[in-house]
Structure formats: C-alpha cells, structure tokens
DNA sequence: CTTGTTTTGTACCAGACGGTTAAAATACGT
DNA sequence: ACGTATTTTAACCGTCTGGTACAAAACAAG
C-alpha cells in the first residue's frame, strides 16, 4: 500500500526552496481560512491544497494560531499595498474623495477573501491585530489621504469645516465593508437586487452622490 | 461529591416544563455561538450553562445545526420585535428618518449578541437564513417604515425624488452593523476614540446629520 | 392499576483534529 | 570531504467532541 507512492514521488534533482514553500502554506492557508473560518479551517484540508506536508506548517508557524497571523498579516499587507497606486493629490478635494469612495468600494469588492479574514478576526476578538504594529502602520496612510483631502478642502471652501478624516474613513469602510460581509444575510432577505452587478454599481454611484452631498459646503 | 446536590436539586413535586427547557437551551447556546462562534462553539460548554442535560439538546434541536437554526431565528424574532414599538407615523420625515436612524443605531448597540451571530451566519454563507422564511418575514416592517417616509417625504417636498427605500435601510443597517461589527480591528488599528462613550453619541448623531443632508430636497 | 407516550439521566463511542517524534535528506561553511 | 545546521518525510498519538444506545422516570389516558 505504501509502496505504491513512495519511489515515483520525488524526483532526484528537486531543489530546496523554503520561501516558496511559506508562501505556498500561506496561501492554501488563506483559502482555508477565508472559507471555514478559524475553527473550521482544518490543517489537513491545507496540507492538501499545498505541495507540502503537515510538519511544515508547524515547523514555520509554530502551530495554528501562529498560520492565523500570518494569514492575517500577508492579507493587510497585499490589500494595503494595492491601495498605494492610488494618487489624488492633484484632485479638487470633491473629486478626490469620489474616487477615493469608489475606489474603497470596488476594491473591498476585489478582495472577498480579505473581508472575511476580518470578520473572523473580529468574531474572535481580534486579538491577534491588537498585537500586531506591522498592521497597524499599514492603515495610516489611507488616513493621511483624508486628512490632506480634508486639509486642502478647508482651504478652499469646498468642504464644510469640522470634518474628522478618521470618521470620513469610518464611513467609506463602513459602507464598503457592509456590502460584501452581509451579503449573504441582507440578500437572503430582501434579494439580490442590490447586489447583482448592475445594482452594485448602481449603489456605488448612488453613495458616492450621498456623500458628496454630505461633506459639501 | 454527587450526593450534595442530588437531593435538594429535585423536588418531589417538581414539575416537568419542556418549553422552558428549550428556552433555557436557547438562551445557553445563544450565548455560547455569540461568543464562540458555530465551530468553536461547544456542546457541553452550552449544557454546563443549562439546567438539563446533553441529551435534551439533541432531543429538542436534532443537532448542533438544528440548534444554530433556532437560535438565529430566536434572534431574529426577539430582535425585530424590539423594534415594533417604534412610532414614526406623526413625524415630519426628515425627523422621523433621523429618529428611525439613532434608533438603528442604538438599537444595534445594545444587542451585541445579535449582531454576532448576524456575522457568523454570514461567514457561514447564510444558508440557513436562506431557508427561513419566518426570518425573510420578520424584516418586512423595517423596510415599510422607510417606504411610508419616502412616499410622505415626496409628497411634501421635503426628500428628495428618487430615493430606494431599500437602499436606504441598506445604508443605516450598514453604518449601525459595522459600528458593532468591526469595532474589535477598527479601534485596534486607529485607537477607541470613536468608540467611547462620548465617541459613539457623537459618531451618531454626526452620521444623523449626515444622512439628512444627504436625503433632503 | 395498566398501558402507551413523552421527557430525562447515564454512560459511552467512533472519528476527527491539532500537534509531535524521530530520523532522513539536503544545503553550507571550512 | 566532512561536520553542522537547516529543511523535509512519514508514521503516530492523546484528547476533544458531536452524537448515540439504553432504559428509567414522569406523565396522560382508560
């Protein structure tokens, strides 16, 4: 029975590539994890979407605690640096944060996986970001996005003053991290109406109106 | 060891009462979902916070499944009962919208443990909340006060045409859920200042204000 | 009291699951 | 070439956990 697999399986000239090897468990990892939760996530599920075995995750993460944060640390790091590409330094204040919104939008939109690493997270409390400063330097910039949009539109009168850029950014995720963590629940209700694809971007263009209207002079 | 509670545990006379013995189970896995998840939720875990054995819960529920089904809809109903004595009818719509929102967004407040199995369920894809129409049910009667206010609001002139009663539900249910929702990763990474005391009041009644400007004619 | 049905207590299990042991294979400095 | 540290394989394990078998109480009906 175990004769069957042993010989054929690994090939004299195979190299050794250990970073290859972490990034292939991260990211079975993260299907794992993303689909069944923490709990329900099972290592042997992982091992079998990876070329590896078991003994190696708990030889690079110690053990499942350990895989969840650097699930959960390679997840903010790709996602944050997505948004780096993003430049509005040279929009008027208004359009800026448009874009700024639509963008949060879709992006939150491209990255299911990511938006239910966080549910997770916070369902077990998030404990596990609480102790990570990597993640939270990762997230100052979007702020810093909306304290110059915020600064610049003081400075030009075309945001009304006493706007606080950390709430602004409550406020984008809130309604773009709402759309894709309750989808299941809020269309199991009231249909998919809003969330087809003609809906989404109808919501999209239909928020980004709601807010300009809300933070305008 | 087991004698010093045999005795006095039981009366003679006691009486068996199978539906509080179903609500004790209930509120026990309540909970102990809320707080742990459906997979890291555990079964002895909710018999030790009962008064009736294992046993019962598989009599009563069938399995862990079936009791996560009743402890949703348990939920649901308790939950969207709360809010039938709202009476928005006599106010203007403009108030009666803001009314309509700080309500939703205390009332998200105050049942945490709602808004936690709202978030498991919809990790877990939301197929049991598919298959309920007793919950699909109980959520009509939110989405018909916002309804009467866009009609009343179009009729005097004081909301603007075009509003989606739906989409508008969408919008205070999603401010009012990730306020709770995304509490644990948000204040992690940008501090609790919004979420204090004093911060939520003032996050509320900012997004109150927020809101109308963003409705009104 | 007898009989049938509902409700409950006790003891138990099979499988799943996270984690480990021990050693072999490979890379690497000297 | 050789010794040492790193990386990988394969088999194994103790415990936890959802679920059950069995039958005794409690109750209702006749």
Redo the contacts with the bound molecule.
């Keep these: 029975?175990?004769d069957q697999?042993?010989a054929p399986?690994?090939?004299?000239?195979?190299?050794?590539?250990?970073?290859?090897?972490?990034q292939d468990i991260l990211q079975a990892a993260t299907r794992e994890f993303a689909d069944n939760g923490f709990?329900?996530?099972?290592?042997?599920?992982?091992v079998q979407l990876t070329?590896?075995?078991?003994?190696?995750?708990?030889?690079?993460f110690?053990?499942?605690?350990?895989?969840w944060r650097a699930v959960l640390e390679d997840a903010y790091t790709s996602v944050r640096a997505q948004e780096a590409e993003l430049d509005l330094a040279d929009l008027p204040p208004l359009e800026a944060l448009r874009k700024l919104f639509v963008f949060t939008f879709d992006h939150h939109r491209r990255n299911a996986d990511f938006i239910r690493l966080v549910m997770i997270e916070n369902i077990r409390g998030g404990h596990v970001l609480a102790s990570s400063t990597k993640i939270r330097d990762l997230n100052r910039p979007v702020v810093a996005m909306l304290e110059d949009i915020c600064r610049r539109g003081a400075a030009d009168g075309s945001l009304r003053p006493g706007l606080c850029p950390l709430q602004l950014h409550w406020e984008l995720s809130a309604l773009s991290f709402f759309n894709m963590s309750n989808r299941a629940t809020f269309s199991g209700i009231f249909g998919a109406g809003l969330h087809d694809e003609a809906g989404q971007v109808r919501l999209r263009d239909s928020l980004a109106d709601q807010l300009i209207r809300a933070v305008r002079a």
Tied chains: 1, 2.
């Design positions: 029975m175990t697999e042993k399986a690994k090939r004299a000239g195979w190299k050794r590539d250990p970073a290859k090897v972490q709990n329900g996530g099972r290592i042997e599920r992982i070329a590896t075995s078991k003994r190696m995750i708990y030889y690079y110690g053990d499942k605690e350990g895989l």
